[in-house]
Structures are given as structure tokens and as C-alpha cells.
């Protein structure tokens, strides 16, 4: 989610917030015997307000899980899980007495809280900036768990050009897809001497092939798109000149394997923190729970 | 051999359109990781719980006096309200029920305190080995920075909000005491440098030469003799109590200064001879001691020396600068022994009474007999106040490192055994003035002086309830027997509780 205009009502309702809740902790710290503690009256209160921010933000999980209940916009939720869950942590720390956690629980709690937070704001930045560089970057940007199936794809089709010049057939699912385009017949259009042929063959199943099958091309020459432009320019050279835009699909699908690839790398930064911030996020909430009554009845 | 064509459609085409209901390898894993966490941390704390393991809840360390309750939360933790033998309510706040099942603890001033504050609200558990004697200033602040009382007026300055803000001179120098002491002694002329001592000798006195506390009184004196000390130290005298035996700790009887003896800090200097026949001094001790031992003295010396009986009397006292005389009070000349035993008793303690003993006693003298006689003094009690600050907490161990007459600045210079020679707060202000943990600065907490429990008011003996093994868990007092937790009865309690 982009951090914009609209989010300027919640950033500075936060900060007012914050603002509230550290003017009530001043005095409250200095008339306090022993200092702030979670203890206390006052302490209870930032505790309970923290820890209600806490499940806010832990229940868009939930809210995402159903999204047709009328429970307000996800992009509103989005935004309250964002800066709830972000105003959250000073406010546990005013709870504390601005204590790390004296108690074993604690302390882990507050470390699980720090982690969430950091992979939080983290994965804000990333929200943030990441969209745009992969609309920039990635023009054929396509569904995250469909690139397997698009990638299968892009072989056939790159088996049913090659077989289309060459007439040799790399996988029988190519073949067969192919004859289901063309009415069940594959038309070799191009003749062609037979060692101009078996280079295209060569350069097909040793170079390209194995990069556009593997989910991650990295350590393969078309890799690069430098290398690729060059390696594709250097066959042309040695293919007659009907052939050339073949190479130029060949060449072309490459590129959308390759932009595949970066899609998956970019994805995986984009959404990886997810797996730290939502699983500690709920083991914290689970522990928060258990504190917050062992510590009312003690 | 057509090129790529590719529209939205032939590309929205490509895509399964149930791909949301597939669980690829990301989303099992995240899914996986989701309920991993959330189990780790309950399984933990489940461990915990089917040991009876409080300990991960604890909000902080306990105190080192305490540890050994250990795992045992309800040692303190008892449940607040009980019906019988059940536990009802959720609540098992810690109350002063709970620490007087251990500690005595008496009631800071029951009739004149507004509210008596809870056990705990003072003496804060949970955030580690600091002593719980060792309370916030803010706890005593609550009552002191505005004293009230049930009835009538504060007795005590009613707005102490620190050591260091409003805290009053100390008693003695705010009412300005006179030392009720009747020993004369000039401290300003007994620190002069070049003092003729012992020989007529110069001396430089220190103050520990007179002033020790109770527990160095066995270690040599510079200006006492060793015989006399010794037997001074095992008498009753009121000036030389008896010692407390020496402990292993080192400060014991270290705290306060023993009131100063003469047998330990003035006998080398002030000989009490009594007659030039005599190199011996008449003993420390009562008038009629005193006199018995005069009498003696002087009837063995006759029977010795009975050609003494036409020789006038002539007392003398030798002091360190030289000999003084005094003239004879009576220049009868006795006829028999016991007419010159009599006048030169008469002589002796004539020259005692009025001149040596009264140098640094009272005393108070009986009318005279029709025959012009009169009868022993009366010495006055000495009064010395060995601890002008009885309800504060004070070692002199524990400063141990500072020169006296730093902190007893008006010792140098006093002249009058009325003057009372505590240091000032001033004074304790100049280091007790924040927090330890600050350069240049002493605690100075209402703790380190002051005590919160009335212990003079302490009704009897604390009569324990406890047993080892209930304290430290083994047995939990339900049983006839020392009582080993299952497992299975730790679930069932844990639910149960």
C-alpha cells in the first residue's frame, strides 16, 4: 500500500495520540511511587489501549480472509493496521515504564513486538516503493502462483517454433498443444541446411530451453539481457534470413522469462517479511493475551 | 510462422482463473508458519504450566532475600478472598496478610497516621536484588510532603519532600540542645597542638585516642594503662559497659562511639596521686572508694613510718607542667596514728575534692557537721549521651574512610562540654545529595536514616508458622506428609485453581 494523501488523517491522528499519551505519562511517571510500571492504574490502561491496537491490527488478517463483509474498506483497515499497529509500540513502552521486560514472558514479548514492528515498517517501506519499480520494470507482471503455469507456457510455445522450422520435437506436450492450434498437423515451413539446422537445435535445447524451464534462470548466459541480445544477434548471423523473426520470438520469449524471474525476485522481497511479521504477530497476540490475565490476576 | 502476439485477452487467457483456491508452496508455508509461532509459544508456556512453573510471568526478578520461595508464587500470591478451604475470586494480589505470616512488622505511628499504606506499595518486589528495606523516597514524600494527622498538629516538620528539600537541621541543633553532660572537658584546648601529655611530653591527641566505639575498646589505648583498662572493661562501671562479643561481621558495635572512659582515655594525663608519699593514684571510682582507699593507704604507711607523726602535712599533686602545692589545710600536728591518718585524709581528699576530681566532675557537697566537718561529695552522673539521634539509623563504619573532624567540624573549636558537636544535615547533605549511580553523589533515600516500623512498640517474640520444607515448596501443609506433585495433579490443579 502506497503511503500518500489519504494517509495524512491517520498519521496525524497518531501523532496526536502519541502526543496525548506522553503528556498524561509525564506526571503520571513523577507522582507515581517506584515510577511508571504496567502496574499501576494508569499503566493498566496503556496496557489495555496498546494491547487493543495490537488484536486491531491482528484482525486484518481476518477482515482480509472475508472480504465481502461490510466491515469498512480493506484499504481502510489497511491503513488503521498500519498506523494503530505502528502507535502500538509506544504505547506498550509507556505500559512498561519504558522497561524491556523484567519478566521472562515479557522480555520475549518485547522482543517478538520489536521484530514485528521493525518487519512492519519494513515491509511498509517496501509497499511502498516496490509497486512502482515493478510496474516499471516488469511490463508482463502477472499473478505471483501463476508463473509456473505461465512459464510452462512460454516453453510450448518456444518448443512449437523451434519444431516449426526445425521439425524436431523437444516434448510431446508441446507437439501436442501445437497440433491442437494448427487442426492436428505440424507444417515444417522452412527448409534449411541441415547444419544451420542442427546449430538452431544446439543453441535451442543447451541454451534457451534449460533457461526458460528452470523457475530461477540465475547462472544460465540468457540470464543477462546483454548476453541475450548478443547470443540472439550472433544467430541470426549464422540462420538464413526467413528464419529471423523465429529468433525474434525466441528472443522475445526470453524476455518475458526473464521478466518472470525478476518478478519473483521483486515478490519475494515485496512479501517476504510477511512471513516473519504475521506468524510472530500472532504468537505475540496469543502471548499478550496470557500476560494481560496472569498479570490482572497477580 | 506468425510473430508473438500478445493482448490483454491472450494474456489474461494464460492464468487459471481458480488459482486462488490452489495452496502453492509460499502459501502452505506461510500458513505453517502461522500456526507454528502461535504454537511454540503456547506449547512453552504450557511446559510451564504443567510443572506449576510460574517463573516466564514473573514480572521481574525477585529480591535476594525472597528467591528462595523460587517457583512458588503463592507463597506471596495467595488468593485474596477464601471461603473455608476453597479459593474464590480471580485475584491473588500480594497482601500484608501474606508477608506478616513471615514478618513483623509494626505500625508507623497507629495513632496520629492518616492511612497505612499496603506492605508493597512500599517495599517493591519483582525488579531484582535491591533491599527491600531500601523504599522509594516517594513512598515516605506521600505522608511527609504534607503531614496530616487524625488529631492536632504535626509533631514533625509537615513538609519533607527529600533529603537534599526541606529536610530540617537534626533536633539537637534546630532547638539548639545544651549537652547535659557534667564532665568538664574542653575539646578546643585537648586538640591543641604541643599539649604537654604523659612525661610532660607535647602531644598531638587525635580524636580516636578518647572516641571508639564499642567493639575497638580491646585494642590499645595510647593514654591508658593496660592493667587498669583491662579491669575497667570487665567491671560494671557505668563508664566502660560491657562489650557486645566480637561477630564476624565487621561493622558490629562498630555503629555509635562508646561513651569515653577514664581508664581508657584520660588516666595517663590526669594522674590522681593524692600524696607525695605516694607514686600511686587513688582508684577511678566512687567517693567512698575513694576515701576507703586513702585510709588504708595511709594507715599501712604509719605503722611503717611512725616517725612521720611530728611532720606537718603537706599535700601535693603533681600535674604534667610541674608540681603544684597546695598548702596545708590543717597545721595541727597529730599525737597519735590515728589523728595523722585523720588530718591527712582530711588533707588528701580535701585536695581531691576540691581541685583534681573537680577539674572534670560535679560535685555536689554535704553541709558541714557541727564540728566543721563534712562528708564525702556527691559526684554527678556524667550524663555522657553516647547517640544524639536515637531514632535514626547511623554507623560511623560506614564512614569510616573520612576524618572525624571533617563531618565534626565544631570539635576544634569548642570550649564547653554543653555544646553539642553532631555534624549539621548540611554537612550529610554535601555527599548524600542523589542518586549513587551519579558521580560525586551519595544515596540519600529516607531509608538510609530512617526506620517506617514503630520496632520500639514490637509487642512480643514473632512466633513462626513455617516450616522449611513449606517454605521452600516441598510440602504445601495440606498433608499429613511431605507431599511430591504429580503431573497429572498439577493438570488437574492448574484447571482447578
Known amino acids: 500500500m502506497r503511503i500518500d494523501q489519504t494517509h495524512r488523517r491517520w498519521l496525524w491522528g497518531s501523532i496526536?495520540?502519541?502526543?496525548?499519551?506522553?503528556?498524561?505519562?509525564?506526571?503520571?511517571?513523577?507522582?507515581t511511587i517506584g515510577g511508571a510500571r504496567g502496574g499501576t492504574i494508569v499503566g493498566i490502561v496503556y496496557g489495555i489501549i496498546g494491547f487493543a491496537f495490537m488484536i486491531f491490527a491482528g484482525l486484518l488478517s481476518l477482515r482480509k480472509r472475508f472480504p465481502v463483509w461490510?466491515?469498512?474498506?480493506?484499504?481502510?483497515?489497511?491503513?488503521?493496521?498500519?498506523?494503530?499497529?505502528?502507535?502500538?509500540?509506544?504505547?506498550?513502552?509507556?505500559?512498561?515504564?519504558?522497561?524491556?521486560?523484567?519478566?521472562?514472558l515479557t522480555w520475549w514479548m518485547m522482543v517478538l513486538f520489536t521484530i514485528v514492528i521493525v518487519s512492519g515498517i519494513m515491509g511498509a517501506i517496501l509497499q511502498h516503493y516496490l509497486p512502482k519499480v515493478m510496474t516499471r520494470q516488469i511490463p508482463y507482471e502477472t499473478i505471483y502462483a501463476e508463473i509456473p503455469r505461465i512459464r510452462a507456457q512460454l516453453l510450448d510455445e518456444a518448443d512449437v517454433k523451434v519444431a516449426e522450422v526445425t521439425g524436431v520435437t523437444m516434448s510431446e506436450s508441446s507437439m501436442?498443444?501445437?497440433?491442437?492450434?494448427?487442426?492436428?498437423?505440424?507444417?515444417?515451413?522452412?527448409?534449411?541446411?541441415?547444419?544451420?539446422?542442427?546449430?538452431l537445435t544446439r543453441f535451442y535445447s543447451t541454451e534457451m530451453r534449460p533457461f526458460i524451464e528452470k523457475q530461477r534462470g540465475?547462472?544460465?548466459?540468457?540470464?543477462?539481457?546483454?548476453?541475450?541480445?548478443?547470443?540472439?544477434?550472433?544467430?541470426?548471423?549464422?540462420?538464413?534470413?526467413?528464419?529471423?523473426?523465429?529468433?525474434?520470438?525466441?528472443?522475445?520469449?526470453?524476455?518475458?522469462?526473464r521478466e518472470l524471474d525478476k518478478q519473483i525476485v521483486l515478490h519475494r522481497i515485496l512479501h517476504g517479511w510477511l512471513f516473519v511479521h504475521v506468524p510472530l504477530s500472532f504468537a505475540l497476540l496469543l502471548m499478550g493475551a496470557m500476560h494481560a490475565v496472569i498479570a490482572l490476576r497477580y | 510462422m506468425a510473430g508473438r502476439k500478445r493482448t490483454a485477452k491472450s494474456l489474461g487467457q494464460r492464468h487459471d482463473l481458480h488459482y486462488f483456491?490452489?495452496?502453492?508452496?509460499?502459501?502452505?508455508?506461510?500458513?505453517?508458519?502461522m500456526i507454528a509461532f502461535p504454537a511454540i509459544a503456547g506449547v512453552w508456556l504450557l511446559g510451564y504450566a504443567l510443572h506449576r512453573d510460574a517463573a516466564p510471568y514473573s514480572s521481574g526478578p525477585l529480591s535476594t532475600v525472597h528467591s528462595f520461595t523460587g517457583k512458588r508464587c503463592e507463597t506471596c500470591h495467595a488468593p485474596v478472598l477464601k471461603a473455608g478451604f476453597v479459593s474464590v475470586g480471580f485475584r491473588k494480589h500480594v497482601t500484608d496478610e501474606a508477608c506478616l505470616t513471615c514478618h513483623q512488622a509494626p505500625e508507623h505511628q497507629a495513632a496520629l497516621q492518616t492511612f497505612t499504606p499496603t506492605c508493597a506499595s512500599c517495599h517493591t518486589e519483582h525488579i531484582g536484588s535491591q533491599h527491600l528495606r531500601q523504599t522509594a523516597a516517594e513512598t515516605c514524600v506521600q505522608c511527609h510532603g504534607d503531614l496530616k494527622v487524625k488529631s492536632g498538629a504535626p509533631h514533625y516538620q509537615s513538609a519533607i519532600?527529600?533529603?537534599?528539600?526541606?529536610?530540617?537541621?537534626?533536633?539537637?541543633?534546630?532547638?539548639?540542645?545544651?549537652?547535659?553532660?557534667?564532665?568538664?572537658?574542653?575539646?578546643?584546648?585537648?586538640?591543641?597542638?604541643?599539649l604537654l601529655g604523659p612525661n610532660s611530653q607535647?602531644?598531638?591527641?587525635?580524636?580516636?585516642?578518647?572516641?571508639?566505639?564499642?567493639?575497638?575498646?580491646?585494642?590499645?589505648?595510647?593514654?591508658?594503662?593496660?592493667?587498669?583498662?583491662?579491669?575497667?572493661?570487665?567491671?560494671?562501671?557505668p563508664h566502660s559497659p560491657m562489650m557486645p562479643p566480637e561477630t564476624v561481621h565487621p561493622g558490629t558495635g562498630r555503629a555509635h562511639m562508646a561513651a569515653p572512659s577514664y581508664a581508657t582515655a584520660c588516666q595517663s594525663c590526669h594522674a590522681l596521686q593524692f600524696d607525695r608519699y605516694f607514686s600511686e593514684s587513688v582508684p577511678h571510682d566512687k567517693p567512698q572508694v575513694v576515701h576507703d582507699f586513702i585510709v588504708s593507704k595511709l594507715t599501712e604507711y604509719i605503722k611503717k613510718h611512725p616517725d612521720s607523726l611530728g611532720v606537718a602535712p603537706r599535700p601535693m599533686r603533681i600535674m604534667f607542667g610541674g608540681t603544684i602545692s597546695r598548702e596545708p589545710q590543717s597545721a595541727k600536728i597529730a599525737h597519735s596514728a590515728e589523728e595523722w591518718v585523720k588530718l591527712r585524709t582530711a588533707d588528701a581528699e580535701n585536695l581531691l575534692w576540691h581541685k583534681t576530681c573537680q577539674q572534670c566532675h560535679t560535685l555536689k557537697y554535704p553541709q558541714s557537721d557541727q564540728n566543721g566537718l563534712s562528708g564525702l561529695p556527691e559526684v554527678?552522673?556524667?550524663?555522657?549521651?553516647?547517640?544524639?539521634?536515637?531514632?535514626?539509623?547511623?554507623?560511623?563504619?560506614?564512614?569510616?574512610?573520612?576524618?572525624?573532624?571533617?563531618?565534626?567540624?565544631?570539635?576544634?573549636?569548642?570550649?564547653?562540654?554543653?555544646?553539642?558537636?553532631?555534624?549539621?544535615?548540611?554537612?550529610?547533605?554535601e555527599c548524600h545529595n542523589g542518586e549513587p549511580t551519579k558521580i560525586g553523589q551519595a544515596q540519600n533515600g529516607c531509608f538510609l536514616c530512617h526506620q517506617y516500623h514503630g520496632w520500639k512498640q514490637r509487642s512480643g517474640p514473632f512466633t513462626p508458622t513455617k516450616s522449611i520444607d513449606q517454605v521452600r515448596g516441598a510440602y504445601d501443609g495440606r498433608g499429613p506428609s511431605p507431599v511430591r506433585r504429580e503431573t497429572a495433579t498439577s493438570i488437574a490443579k492448574l484447571f482447578l485453581h
Not at chain 1, 504505547?91 to 523484567?102: A, E, N, V
Not at chain 1, 540472439?232 to 526470453?254: G, M, R
Not at chain 2, 578518647?210 to 570487665?234: D, F, M, N
Open chain 2, 380 to 429: 554527678a552522673p556524667s550524663n555522657i549521651k553516647p547517640v544524639w539521634l536515637p531514632n535514626a539509623i547511623f554507623s560511623h563504619y560506614a564512614h569510616l574512610s573520612l576524618d572525624c573532624k571533617s563531618c565534626h567540624t565544631r570539635t576544634i573549636t569548642s570550649m564547653e562540654t554543653a555544646d553539642v558537636l553532631i555534624p549539621s544535615v548540611g554537612t550529610c547533605q
Open chain 1, 176 to 199: 501436442a498443444a501445437a497440433a491442437g492450434d494448427t487442426g492436428g498437423v505440424i507444417v515444417t515451413l522452412v527448409q534449411m541446411e541441415a547444419d544451420v539446422r542442427d546449430e
Open chain 1, 16 to 31: 496526536i495520540g502519541l502526543a496525548v499519551a506522553g503528556a498524561i505519562y509525564i506526571p503520571y511517571d513523577y507522582f
Open chain 2, 21 to 33: 483456491q490452489k495452496w502453492g508452496r509460499w502459501r502452505v508455508l506461510r500458513a505453517a508458519l
Open chain 2, 161 to 194: 519532600y527529600n533529603f537534599e528539600k526541606k529536610h530540617p537541621e537534626f533536633a539537637p541543633l534546630r532547638n539548639h540542645t545544651r549537652d547535659a553532660g557534667t564532665i568538664k572537658l574542653n575539646h578546643a584546648v585537648h586538640m591543641r597542638a604541643g
Open chain 2, 202 to 237: 607535647p602531644v598531638q591527641l587525635q580524636c580516636q585516642d578518647c572516641h571508639r566505639t564499642p567493639a575497638e575498646q580491646h585494642q590499645p589505648w595510647k593514654y591508658g594503662e593496660p592493667s587498669v583498662i583491662e579491669a575497667a572493661l570487665h567491671s560494671e562501671n
Open chain 1, 218 to 257: 540465475k547462472g544460465y548466459s540468457l540470464a543477462e539481457r546483454s548476453n541475450s541480445v548478443a547470443m540472439f544477434a550472433n544467430l541470426k548471423t549464422l540462420l538464413p534470413q526467413a528464419i529471423h523473426p523465429l529468433v525474434d520470438d525466441l528472443e522475445s520469449i526470453c524476455e518475458e522469462k
Open chain 1, 70 to 104: 461490510r466491515m469498512g474498506r480493506t484499504s481502510t483497515w489497511m491503513r488503521g493496521h498500519l498506523w494503530l499497529g505502528l502507535l502500538s509500540y509506544p504505547i506498550i513502552f509507556l505500559h512498561s515504564g519504558f522497561s524491556f521486560g523484567k519478566g521472562t
